[in-house]
């Protein structure tokens, strides 16, 4: 006699995976940075005004000094 009391919890059924058909969105290119005198050039995947040198706004910047 077999007890399938413990077997009756198999309830994986389909996942949600309806397939993101989202698609990726990109912005003007030829955008430059906003910071005065920089020129990066912006990717078009970067929705910021600003390069990744110049865009973390919560780290103070001292003009003239490089911290790292
Ligand atoms: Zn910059």
């Known amino acids: 006699m077999e007890d399938r009391s413990e077997r009756g919890d198999h309830?994986?059924?389909?996942?949600?995976?309806?397939?993101?058909g989202r698609?990726?969105?990109?912005?003007?290119?030829?955008?430059?940075?906003?910071?005065p005198g920089c020129e990066t050039r912006l990717s078009i995947y970067n929705d910021d005004e600003y390069?990744?040198?110049?865009?973390?706004?919560?780290?103070?910047?001292?003009r003239g000094k490089k911290i790292a």
Do not use: D, K, M, Q
């Open 11 to 20: 309830s994986i059924g389909a996942t949600g995976f309806g397939g993101h």
């Open 51 to 62: 390069c990744c040198l110049h865009v973390s706004p919560s780290t103070p910047r001292l």
């Open 23 to 35: 698609p990726s969105r990109t912005f003007a290119s030829g955008r430059v940075c906003a910071e």
